[in-house]
C-alpha cells in the first residue's frame, strides 16, 4: 500500500488597480499543491468581490486547503507557503493572531478544520520571489 502523500502547497493573491492607482479594479488568487516532482493542483480563480489584498489572501489559503481536502483523503504533512506574513502568522497555531474581521475569522476556522487531521501541518512566509508560480497563478485570475 502506498503511503499517503507529504504535500507542498503555495498560495498568493493579486489585485489590479486602474490609473489612479489606488482603486482596485480586479482581484484573483491563484495556488498549487505538489509533492517536490508532481504538481497535483493548479488554479486560478476570479474573485468578484473583496475588500483588501490581506482579505485575498485569506481567502487564497483557505481555497488551497479546500483543494488539498477535496483531491486527497489521506495526507501526511501539509507544507502551506505565502508571502503574505499576516496571513501566515494569522493561520499558524504556533503564533496565534485572532483578525478583527469576522469574514477571516470564519476563512480561519475553516482552515484549520479542514486541515485537522493531517497529521503535521507547518506555515512559512516566503520571499515574493520564491512564491513566483502562485504570483503568477493568482495574475493568470484576472479576468
Do not use: C, W
Not at 1 to 9: E, G, V, Y
Not at 18 to 37: K, Q, R
Not at 121 to 141: D, F, I, M, Q, S
Amino acid at each position: 500500500m502506498r503511503s499517503p502523500p507529504s504535500l507542498l502547497a503555495y498560495f498568493d493573491a493579486s489585485v489590479l488597480y486602474g490609473p489612479d492607482n489606488g482603486t482596485p479594479t480586479s482581484g484573483a488568487i491563484g495556488f498549487l499543491v505538489e509533492d517536490g516532482t508532481t504538481t497535483y493542483v493548479e488554479a486560478s480563480r476570479s474573485v468578484g468581490a473583496f475588500v483588501s489584498s490581506a482579505a485575498l489572501e485569506f481567502r487564497a489559503l483557505r481555497e488551497t486547503v479546500k483543494a488539498v481536502d477535496e483531491q486527497f483523503s489521506h495526507v501526511s504533512s501539509l507544507h502551506l507557503h505565502g508571502d503574505a506574513d499576516a496571513v501566515i502568522r494569522a493561520a499558524d497555531p504556533d503564533h496565534p493572531a485572532e483578525p478583527s474581521d469576522p469574514i477571516v475569522r470564519r476563512r480561519l476556522a475553516d482552515v484549520h478544520a479542514r486541515v485537522a487531521d493531517i497529521p503535521v501541518v507547518t506555515y512559512k512566509v516566503l520571499p515574493r520571489g520564491r512564491n513566483e508560480r502562485a504570483h503568477a497563478l493568482a495574475r493568470a485570475g484576472h479576468e
